[in-house]
C-alpha cells in the first residue's frame, strides 16, 4: 500500500456556471405561463390571433383620428371617406364633460378644491406623509362645500362648530353613561345646525360680509359631480359602515334590530329607487317651504346605500377574527370600545381591504346613475352633446373618453388597495 494516501476531496472549486436559457428571464416566464402544456399553449395562440384581429381592425380608427374640427360635417369632410374617429368632439367639449354648466370665470373653484383633496388625504392614505396634515383632512369638506358652492364663509364655518359643540358635549357627559352622552351629542349639534345656524349666519354676515359668488346645484355636471357624489359617498360610507356592522353584531336588541332593518331595506333596493327618491319624494317629507338642495339628497341617498353594503363587507372582516382576538382584549381589562380601536377593528379592516376598495369602485361608477333624475353626469353630458345639430351621430369617442378616465380613477383605487395589502401584510409566505 502506497504511503501517500489518495485525496478524494477536490482542492480548487470549478468556476459557477450560468443557468440554462430556459430556466431564466423571458423564456422561463414564457414557458412557464404561456406554453405551459398543450392547453395553456393552445389558448395563448388563440388570444394573440384575437389580439392581433382586434389591433389590426382598430389601429386605423384610433391613427387616422381628427382633432382639429369643429363639427362631424367637418371630421368627415377631412377623412374623405377613410376610417378615422373624430376626436374633436372632444377637444370642443371638454370643459363641458368636466365641469358641466359651472361658469367658466370661476372654474379655478372646483380645481382648487380638486387639487386640496389630494393634500386633505395624502396624511390619511400614506404615512410618510406628516400626520400634522390631519388637521387640514378635517377641515377639507368645509372648506370645499364653500369653494363648489360658494356664498357666505359662514354657513361652513357655523356648520364645523356644530361638530365642535358636539365634541365638547360629549367630553362633558362622558360620566352620565354611554347611551346619555351619546344622544346629547347627537341632539345638541342638530338642534344648533336647525336653530341657531341660520339666525347666527345672518348676523355673523352682517357684521363681517365673507362671500364669494354662489353657484347653484343645478350647474354642477361632468366629471365635477361625479367626483363630488363618489368622495362624498366614500368618505361617509365608510365610517358609518363600521358602526352598523358593530351594531349588526350588538347584544342590544334595538340596536341590532334597527342595524339589520337598515342594512337588509338598503341591500334589497336597487340604487336608481333611492335617487328617485331622493329626487321626488323627500320633499313630501320636509316642511313646507324647505328648500333641500338635490345634489346633498343624492349625497344622502348615495352614501346610505353603499354603507349598507359597506356594513356587510366589515362584518366579515369581524366575523373572520378568530375568538381568541376578542377573549385577549378581554384579558387586558380593555372596554369595549378601546377593544374595538385598538385591537379587533384594526385586523378586520386590514381583511377587509379587497371589499372595501371593491365596494368604493362600485360606489365610484353607479354615480353614473343621477344621470335618470336630471343630472348631467359624464354619460348626460354626452348625451347632450350629441343632440345638438354639431355632433348629431358621433357615438363612439365620447364614450371611449368617459370609460377611460372612469377606468383611471377606478384603476388607481385598486392598485392602492394591492399597495396597502402589501404595507399591512404581517406573514412571510
Known amino acids: 500500500m502506497s ?26 416566464w414564457a414557458r412557464e405561463n404561456l406554453f405551459g402544456g398543450w392547453l395553456s399553449t393552445v389558448l395563448t395562440l388563440l388570444s394573440i390571433a384575437a389580439i392581433v384581429y382586434i389591433v389590426w381592425h382598430l389601429f386605423p380608427w384610433f391613427a387616422n383620428g381628427v382633432w382639429n374640427a369643429d363639427s362631424l360635417t367637418q371630421c368627415r369632410e377631412i377623412l374623405n371617406g377613410a376610417t378615422g374617429a373624430c376626436w374633436a368632439v372632444i377637444r370642443v367639449n371638454w370643459l363641458q364633460l368636466v365641469f358641466g354648466f359651472y361658469p367658466p370665470e370661476l372654474y379655478w373653484r372646483p380645481i382648487l378644491a380638486f387639487v386640496l383633496l389630494f393634500v386633505a388625504i395624502a396624511p390619511v392614505l400614506f404615512p410618510s406623509v406628516p400626520r400634522k396634515l390631519l388637521w387640514f383632512s378635517g377641515l377639507y369638506p368645509f372648506l370645499a362645500v364653500w369653494l363648489l358652492w360658494g356664498g357666505t364663509v359662514w354657513a361652513p364655518v357655523l356648520t364645523l362648530a356644530g361638530f365642535v359643540l358636539g365634541y365638547l358635549v360629549l367630553m362633558a357627559a ?14 345638541v349639534p342638530v338642534l344648533f345646525w336647525l336653530f341657531a345656524l341660520g339666525p347666527l349666519d345672518d348676523f355673523l354676515q352682517g357684521v363681517i360680509p365673507l362671500e364669494i359668488e354662489p353657484v347653484a346645484s343645478r350647474d354642477f355636471g361632468g366629471f365635477m359631480i361625479s367626483v ?52 321626488l ?18 349625497i344622502i341617498m348615495v352614501t ?16 373572520a377574527l378568530p375568538k381568541g382576538q376578542y377573549e385577549a382584549a378581554d384579558a387586558l381589562g380593555l372596554d369595549y370600545w378601546k377593544a374595538q380601536r385598538l385591537i379587533i377593528m384594526p385586523q378586520a379592516l386590514k381583511i377587509s381591504i379587497p371589499g372595501i376598495v371593491n365596494t368604493f369602485i362600485g360606489l365610484f361608477k353607479d354615480t353614473t346613475l343621477v344621470v335618470f333624475i336630471g343630472i348631467l353626469d359624464p354619460i348626460g353630458r354626452a348625451s347632450a352633446i350629441r343632440a345638438t345639430s354639431d355632433w348629431q351621430g358621433i357615438y363612439w369617442e365620447l364614450f371611449l373618453f368617459i370609460g377611460a378616465v372612469f377606468w383611471i380613477f377606478c384603476f388607481s383605487m385598486s392598485r392602492y388597495s394591492m399597495h396597502l395589502e402589501r404595507r399591512l401584510k404581517t406573514d412571510h409566505r
Do not use: C, H
Request: aromatic letters at 8%; proline letters at 7%.
Open 3 to 28: 504511503d501517500q494516501a489518495t485525496s478524494f476531496v477536490r482542492n480548487d472549486m470549478l468556476p459557477p456556471k450560468e443557468p440554462p436559457s430556459s430556466q431564466v428571464g423571458v423564456v422561463k
Open 174 to 187: 362622558g360620566s352620565l353613561g354611554t347611551v346619555i352622552a351619546t344622544g346629547l351629542t347627537i341632539a
Open 228 to 279: 363630488v357624489i363618489g368622495v362624498a359617498g366614500i368618505a361617509l360610507s365608510l365610517p358609518l359602515g363600521i358602526l352598523f356592522a358593530l351594531g349588526r353584531q350588538s347584544t342590544m336588541p334595538i340596536i341590532k334590530w334597527i342595524s339589520v332593518v337598515f342594512i337588509e331595506f338598503i341591500r334589497g333596493v336597487p340604487l336608481i329607487t333611492l335617487l328617485f327618491t331622493a329626487s
Open 281 to 298: 319624494l323627500l320633499n313630501y317629507f320636509l316642511p313646507p317651504g324647505t328648500n333641500f338642495d338635490l345634489i346633498l339628497r343624492v
Open 304 to 319: 346610505l346605500f353603499a354603507t349598507a353594503y359597506m356594513a356587510e363587507v366589515i362584518r366579515g372582516g369581524l366575523a
